[in-house]
C-alpha cells in the first residue's frame, strides 16, 4: 500500500495546535484601540479597573489554568464563526482562526483611559474561491470592499478581511467584558433563567 498526501498534519489544518499560536498560520493581526474613561464610564457602564481585573481573571488566569493554546480571550470564537459563515469562509478553520490573546491596560495621563488589544497569529480567510463565490456571501464581502481578488496589490482583499476580523474580535471582546465587569450577563441569566 502506498499512502500519498499533501500535508503531513504538522500545519494541523482545522486542529487547535500549539505551533499555530507561536508561529503563525495565514494572516498575522494586531488590534488595537484606547477607550477614553468617559466612554468606559457612560457607554460600558464599568471602569477601566474592574475590566482589567476580569481579563486577568478570566483571560489569562482561567485560560492558563484550563491549559488553554491560543485561547486567551472571552469569546473571539463566536465572532470569527458568525463573520466567517456570513463572508463564506470555511468555518471550521475558526479552530485556529479563533487564536487570540485579548489584552487590557490602563492607559492615558490619569491611567483612567482604557487600552485593549487583541493579538490573533492565525486567521486562515480569503476572499476567492470556495464559499466565497455564493451570492450572499458575495454580498457581504463587497459591503466590506474586499470581495475578490485584489487587481492592484494581490493579497491585499485577504489581509484587509483580517484586519476586519480582528477589529471585529476586539469589539465583541469589549463588549462581553464590560458585561461582565458591570455584572450586566449575570444580572440578565438570572432575570431569563439561563
Known amino acids: 500500500m502506498q499512502i500519498l498526501a499533501v500535508s503531513g498534519n504538522y500545519c494541523t489544518d482545522k486542529k487547535p495546535a500549539a505551533i499555530n499560536w507561536i508561529e503563525g498560520r495565514g494572516k498575522s493581526v494586531v488590534c488595537e484601540a484606547v477607550i477614553p474613561a468617559k466612554v468606559v464610564r457612560e457607554v460600558l457602564k464599568t471602569t477601566t479597573e474592574a475590566m482589567i481585573e476580569v481579563n486577568i481573571n478570566k483571560n489569562l488566569v482561567g485560560s492558563a489554568m484550563a491549559g488553554s493554546i491560543g485561547g486567551y480571550n472571552a469569546h473571539a470564537a463566536n465572532i470569527v464563526t458568525a463573520v466567517y459563515i456570513a463572508c463564506g469562509q470555511d468555518a471550521a478553520q ?3 482562526s479563533s487564536n487570540c490573546i485579548t489584552l487590557i491596560e490602563a492607559s492615558g495621563p490619569t491611567n483612567e483611559d482604557l487600552y485593549i488589544s487583541c493579538t490573533m497569529p492565525s486567521i486562515e ?6 464559499g466565497t463565490n455564493l451570492l450572499p456571501q458575495q454580498a457581504c464581502l463587497q459591503m466590506l470592499g474586499v470581495q475578490g481578488p485584489c487587481k492592484d496589490n494581490p493579497g491585499e482583499n485577504a489581509r484587509q478581511l483580517a484586519r476586519i476580523v480582528c477589529g ?5 471582546e469589549l463588549s462581553l467584558m464590560a458585561a461582565l465587569a458591570a455584572g450586566h450577563l449575570v444580572r440578565s441569566h438570572m432575570i431569563h433563567n439561563r
Open 125 to 130: 480567510i480569503g476572499t476567492v474561491g470556495g
Open 94 to 96: 475558526n479552530v485556529s
Open 168 to 172: 471585529t474580535v476586539m469589539a465583541g
